[in-house]
């Protein structure tokens, strides 16, 4: 989980090659896991490495699902 400037918890989800940014709602810690609440649909592919290297509309590659 990233944050704005202002707090707010955004992540990244990949999607036809690019990077695109989404807020998220966060709810309870689990050690190193975040349980997100609203934001993040069970059927995408969320990025979870290299997160502070992307940009809205990053082109990436995934290589890992």
Request: glycine fraction near 12%; charged fraction near 20%; avoid cysteine.
């Amino acid at each position: 989980i990233l944050r704005t400037p202002e707090g707010q918890p955004y992540i990244f989800i990949a999607d036809k090659g690019q990077a695109f940014q989404r807020n998220v709602s966060v709810g309870n810690l689990y050690g190193d896991k975040v349980e997100i609440l609203s934001g993040l649909s069970a059927n995408e592919t969320l990025i979870t490495g290299g997160q502070h290297k992307l940009a809205n509309g990053s082109k990436i590659s995934v290589t890992n699902k």
